[in-house]
Nanobody, 120 residues
Framework: QVMLVESGGGSVQAGDSLRLFCVVS???????????MGWFRQTPGNQRELVAT???????KYADSVKGRFTISGDYAKVAVYLEMNSLRPDDTAVYFC???????????WGQGTQVTVSS
């Protein structure tokens, strides 16, 4: 069974930085089948939205709202994904979820979420 465990959330001031980390665990066969990882976020009453994704080939995709501020990186040997968040703003406040799957269209593994709170 594939499990995703996130860490690195917290409460910061606007303009600060945070780094999120997610590791994918499970049997070697399932972990070897992971070819896309990413981060989504969700605020109360809203749908989960894409933040960034990265493929095994290191192709990245970002939400417009985070371009230039957030950087996603992935280590497919370790099956881990990171999100470097700089110049944080109050509207970045959300629960951030790690996500993984066989490709960017089928990312059906989810972490439990980690809270990021940015105060002004």
């Amino acid at each position: 069974q594939v499990m995703l465990v996130e860490s690195g959330g917290g409460s910061v001031q606007a303009g600060d930085s945070l780094r999120l980390f997610c590791v994918v665990s499970g049997c070697d066969k399932d972990r070897a089948g992971i070819n896309a990882m990413g981060w989504f976020r969700q605020t109360p009453g809203n749908q989960r939205e894409l933040v960034a994704t990265i493929t095994r080939g290191q192709t990245t995709k970002y939400a417009d709202s985070v371009k230039g501020r957030f950087t996603i990186s992935g280590d497919y040997a370790k099956v881990a994904v990171y999100l470097e968040m700089n110049s944080l703003r109050p509207d970045d406040t959300a629960v951030y979820f790690c996500n993984a799957g066989v490709n960017t269209a089928i990312m059906n593994y989810w972490g439990q979420g980690t809270q990021v709170t940015v105060s002004s």
